[in-house]
């Protein structure tokens, strides 16, 4: 089992820059595959990238591929979401989700443990 703890999250304006982190307990963590999703309010949760376990394999939803970046450190228990050239429909919860499941790592359902999301807002 593993305990999430989204950290990261504020307020930017439309073209500046945030780093979220993920803090992960438990031994395993480097077992996990990890994924970030966002929730906007009214809307459903969706998928934003993910990780496997060993670092070597990523994945990005299309609308924000080339400014966002993935990546863990396994020694430190934590993985990280670099996000560039934000806009104002960046704005969201985003949280981020581990598991164990060699399943499809976009899917909400794939994922069993969650963090608390931390929000990110974009100003125009």
């Known amino acids: 089992q593993v305990h999430l703890v989204e950290s990261g999250g504020g307020l930017v304006q439309a073209g500046g820059s945030l780093r979220l982190s993920c803090a992960a307990s438990?031994?395993?963590?480097?077992?996990?595959?990890l994924g970030w999703f966002r929730q906007a309010p009214g809307k459903e949760r969706e998928f934003v990238s993910a990780?496997?376990?060993?670092?070597?394999?990523?994945d990005y939803a299309d609308s924000v591929k080339g400014r966002f970046t993935i990546s863990r450190d396994n020694a430190k228990n934590t993985a990280y979401l670099q996000m560039n050239s934000l806009n104002p429909e960046d704005t969201a919860v985003y949280y981020c989700?581990?598991?164990?499941?060699?399943?499809?790592?976009?899917?909400?359902?794939?994922?069993?443990?969650w963090g608390q999301g931390t929000q990110v807002t974009v100003s125009s």
């Open positions: 438990g031994r395993t963590f480097s077992t996990y595959a």
């Open positions: 989700a581990a598991t164990t499941e060699a399943a499809t790592l976009r899917l909400v359902s794939s994922y069993a443990y």
């Open positions: 990780i496997t376990w060993s670092g070597r394999w990523t």
